[in-house]
C-alpha cells in the first residue's frame, strides 16, 4: 500500500523560505522513479489547487502561475523523497500542502495523497 508523509511546514515571515519533503513509503525506488508527482494546495475557505508538478527523473517541471520563480519542485528517487522549496513567500501561499502522484498532465491528481503539511505566512 503506497504511503505519502509530508514533512516541513511551519510559521514564516513574508519573504521567507520554507522547504517541504514528502516521504513515499509502501512501493520500491523503481516504482517511485517512475511516478509523475505533483504537489497542491489548500487555503482555507478555498478549493485544493495544483502548485507544481515532475515527471520522470527531472525531466520536466512545471508550475502554476501563481508561484512560478519561487517555488521548486525536485526529487531524490533513490531515498522516495518529493521535495518543494518555497522563496519569496507571501501571505497567500498559506495553505496545507499535500504531495500527490502517480498522475500526468497536471492539474489531474492522481490516486495517492498525504496527510498534508501546514505552512503559514505571516508577520
Known amino acids: 500500500q503506497v504511503q505519502l508523509a509530508e514533512s516541513g511546514g511551519g510559521l514564516v515571515q513574508p519573504g521567507g523560505s520554507l522547504r517541504l519533503s514528502c516521504a513515499a513509503s509502501?512501493?520500491?525506488?523503481?516504482?517511485?522513479?517512475?511516478?509523475?508527482m505533483m504537489w497542491f494546495r489548500q487555503a482555507p475557505g478555498k478549493e485544493r489547487e495544483w502548485v507544481a508538478g515532475i515527471t520522470l527523473t527531472n525531466r520536466t517541471t512545471r508550475y502554476a502561475d501563481s508561484v512560478k520563480g519561487r517555488f521548486t519542485i525536485s526529487r531524490d528517487d533513490a531515498k522516495r523523497t518529493l521535495y518543494l522549496q518555497m522563496s519569496s513567500l507571501k501571505r497567500e501561499d498559506t495553505a496545507v500542502y499535500f504531495c500527490?502522484?502517480?498522475?500526468?498532465?497536471?492539474?489531474?491528481?492522481?490516486?495517492?495523497w498525504g496527510q498534508g503539511t501546514q505552512g503559514t505566512v505571516s508577520s
Open positions: 500527490n502522484g502517480p498522475s500526468w498532465p497536471p492539474p489531474s491528481p492522481g490516486p495517492h
Open positions: 509502501g512501493l520500491t525506488f523503481e516504482t517511485f522513479s517512475r511516478y509523475a
